[in-house]
């Protein structure tokens, strides 16, 4: 399937003719790094689909207002990662659980999930990552898995560079402490 | 002699090795980052392989386009909210309170204004068994976030922050 620039998407989307057609080719373009994205962070799948849906429906009705400041997959993940910091929040208050509650069974449910491929090792780490709060857990898995620059994360998370150098660093510490322990 | 003294003071030159050999671009900007990262993640943590542990089911990159698209149609979503039948009974109950009331007192006809059900009557209600889920939640979530507006800000403070969470629960 051809891949199209971002800017041939978004003139396609300005068009009323084919702008259905243009988004069905701009979610085909990100649906996978979104979706990874949004996983990591919720960990679980049933979670991610109903915040990637979310997602999209959010891009699709800001998107005619997409002033191009920054680059579409940037704007996207921004979207992605405030909806997900949302979810987080909301998902703790609603239940009226404790953090550490409500991310103990999401770690309980991990340990039997049949989409979960990783070994035991692996499967400590994301335990650790779900002990930290929602903003920290953004930051490490950034970092640590998408190997995103500082300078990139900052302009997602709105966050300085020193800020983000700090969670980062705290979340390291933690998750070290985590496993050294277990 | 001189050019001897030459030779050395160009030889402190911090530039002189520019002329021999180069870095890749953004080099120095990006190797502080570089040093604090190796610093940061613990030998244990990065001794672990990092793709991630996860798999979506099979097929379901290929069908999230359309569930999209079915969201984003101009019908809009299709969403079944009750079964006919109870939909059904339901419309006849309302429709026989409505004439109840009119019965009973029809020289001072009460407002017909429908307050929403709280969730302490949707749970003393024998209806909590009939009604559909998106009712119920609408009317916790309702509730809890009229609970929480004032302290949402609060709240949010305290998670990305790590507080104890259960405490402030106590007092809202």
């Known amino acids: ?182 | 002699m001189e050019k001897n003294i030459n030779n050395e003071s160009s030889l402190n030159d911090p530039k002189l090795g520019s002329t021999s050999f180069e870095v890749p671009k953004g080099y120095f900007e990006a190797l502080p980052s570089a040093i604090s990262d190796k610093i940061a993640v613990s030998p244990l943590a990065e001794s672990i392989s990092r793709p991630l542990p996860f798999r979506a089911p099979d097929g379901y990159f290929e069908q999230l386009s359309l569930s999209v698209q079915r969201r984003i149609s101009p019908e809009g979503p299709v969403r079944r909210l009750f079964k006919p039948v109870l939909a059904l009974s339901l419309a006849a109950v309302i429709t026989g309170v409505f004439f109840l009331f009119r019965a009973g007192d029809s020289a001072h006809p009460v407002p017909f204004a429908m307050e929403p059900l709280t969730v302490a009557e949707l749970e003393d209600s024998y209806l909590l068994f009939d009604l559909d889920e998106d009712v119920l939640s609408a009317a916790y979530s309702a509730q809890i976030a009229a609970a929480a507006d004032d302290n949402e800000e609060l709240e949010d403070y305290l998670i990305d922050n790590e507080s104890d969470f259960s405490q402030i629960n106590i007092e809202l």
């Open chain 1, 1 to 182: 399937m051809q891949e199209f620039e971002d800017a041939e998407l978004l003139e396609k989307f300005a068009q009323e003719a084919t702008r259905h057609y243009a988004f069905n080719l701009i979610i085909r373009k990100y649906q996978e790094r979104l979706y990874w994205h949004v996983r990591k962070l919720v960990v679980d799948h049933d979670d991610a689909n109903d915040l990637l849906q979310d997602i999209f429906v959010k891009v699709w009705k800001a998107l005619p207002g997409f002033r191009q400041d920054a680059q579409l997959y940037t704007w996207m993940y921004r979207i992605a990662t405030n909806e997900c910091l949302s979810f987080l929040r909301k998902k703790n208050r609603r239940f009226f659980l404790p953090f550490q509650d409500a991310e103990r069974e999401l770690s309980q449910r991990l340990t039997n999930d049949p989409l979960f491929t990783g070994d035991q090792l692996q499967l400590k780490l994301q335990q650790a990552i779900l002990t930290l709060p929602p903003r920290q857990r953004i930051v490490f898995n950034l970092k640590y898995f998408d190997g995103k620059k500082y300078e990139e994360m900052a302009e997602i998370l709105d966050m300085s560079v020193g800020g983000l150098k700090a969670t980062y660093h705290i979340a390291a510490k933690k998750i070290e402490k985590i496993l050294l322990e277990a």
